[in-house]
Nanobody
Framework: QVQLVESGGGLVQAGGSLRLSCAASGRTFRSYTMGWFRQAPGKEREFVSA????????FYADSMKGRFTISRDNAKNTVSLQMNSLKPEDTAVYYC????????????????WGQGTQVTVSS
């Protein structure tokens, strides 16, 4: 089992940047695929990005490509999401999640979730 705690959210102006981090407990972090999802008010949770257990493969939602970068440090049990060129429509609660096996953008594939961190982008 793995426990996840996100940090790094906040208020930023449009065009700015934020770096989200997710700290994971447990010795098996390096065996999990990690993902980032987000949920805006009144909307369904949606996929943002995922990274394979080794970090060798990454996957992004189309609207995030070129703006967001996912990375992980298995020695520190952390996964990060660098978000650049932020837009007001990026405002949401961002969640870190973990799953075994292959990359996926399907919410129900992920077994473990953090509590989320709020990102607000002002226009």
């Amino acid at each position: 089992q793995v426990q996840l705690v996100e940090s790094g959210g906040g208020l930023v102006q449009a065009g700015g940047s934020l770096r989200l981090s997710c700290a994971a407990s447990g010795r098996t972090f390096r065996s999990y695929t990690m993902g980032w999802f987000r949920q805006a008010p009144g909307k369904e949770r949606e996929f943002v990005s995922a990274i394979s257990a080794t970090g060798g493969s990454t996957f992004y939602a189309d609207s995030m490509k070129g703006r967001f970068t996912i990375s992980r440090d298995n020695a520190k049990n952390t996964v990060s999401l660098q978000m650049n060129s932020l837009k007001p429509e990026d405002t949401a609660v961002y969640y870190c999640a973990a799953k075994t096996s292959a990359l996926s953008k399907v919410i129900s594939d992920y077994n473990y979730w953090g509590q989320g961190t709020q990102v607000t982008v002002s226009s």
